[in-house]
């Protein structure tokens, strides 16, 4: 909290840090421009969230480990530049990021946690790299403008509530690998058109496409044993 609510425009942090504490500079609401210095390698957790003028960050390649919510609610960041070879986008990236139009994830990732990226408005794009085999509960929900998804190969189920209320989306690829769906993993997708289940899949849950008023075609394989 050592710059929480302050109301500086930029700040230039020492090249001497090594470690930005949870919620350094949450709601510095008049923040439009700050420098994460190659010297740090762990930013905390929520610790930009509210900063509502921020509209561009670099995390650097020295950079080990990002906390949850780092970014939520910087309504007008429209870039993010991930340099850093993280293995997880921690729970709240940057949810509710509501300029932030593409942003690209490193090779190597391999979860994404929940809400990641929930409520970005205006993400019309996003590629989950191949290295990824989880991706949490209500990542994309309410990703408005998203028009397709990839889900990659490794992995195993879609989480509950992962698509949920994406009105743009039209299509998306399930892997052979997803052996579930899960609650509300599509629902209210109103221009869902096509979506193939492979025959890996054994379960879909309650209201997977609820909803999906488009959905032309759709074949449910002999491997499905719960709906």
């Known amino acids: 909290h050592a710059f929480n609510k302050c109301i ?4 230039i942090i020492p090249s001497t840090v090594t470690s930005i504490d ?20 762990f930013i905390g957790d929520y610790v930009f969230q509210g ?5 561009q960050i670099t995390i650097p390649s020295s950079v080990k480990s990002v906390g949850s919510g780092v970014f939520s609610n910087c309504s007008s960041l429209e870039q993010i530049t991930i340099l850093a070879p993280l293995t997880l986008i921690n729970g709240f990236f940057c949810s509710s990021c509501k300029s ?26 996003l590629n989950i790299p191949s ?33 949920k209320d994406c009105v743009s989306l039209t299509e998306i690829s399930i892997p052979s690998s997803v ?10 997708c109103v221009m869902l058109k096509f979506i193939t289940i ?30």
């Open 131 to 163: 290295s990824v085999s989880i991706v949490e509960e209500f990542c994309f929900d309410r990703c408005s403008k998203q028009s397709s998804l990839k889900i990659p190969p490794s992995v195993k189920e879609i989480k509950n509530s992962l698509c």
């Open 51 to 55: 900063c509502f003028l921020l509209k």
């Open 179 to 188: 052996e579930s769906i899960g609650f509300n993993a599509f629902r209210g």
């Open 22 to 41: 949870d919620y350094a500079f949450a709601v510095c609401i008049e923040l439009e421009q700050i420098l994460i210095p190659s010297s740090v390698t």
């Open 100 to 125: 932030l139009k593409k942003i690209e994830l490193p090779s190597s990732i391999t979860a994404i946690k929940y809400n990641a990226f929930s409520q970005c408005n205006s993400l019309e794009e």
């Open 8 to 11: 500086f425009k930029e700040f």
């Open 198 to 227: 492979s025959s890996s899949v054994k379960s879909i849950d309650n209201y997977a496409f609820y909803e999906c008023k488009e959905l032309q075609s759709l074949v449910i394989p002999e491997s499905v044993i719960s709906i």
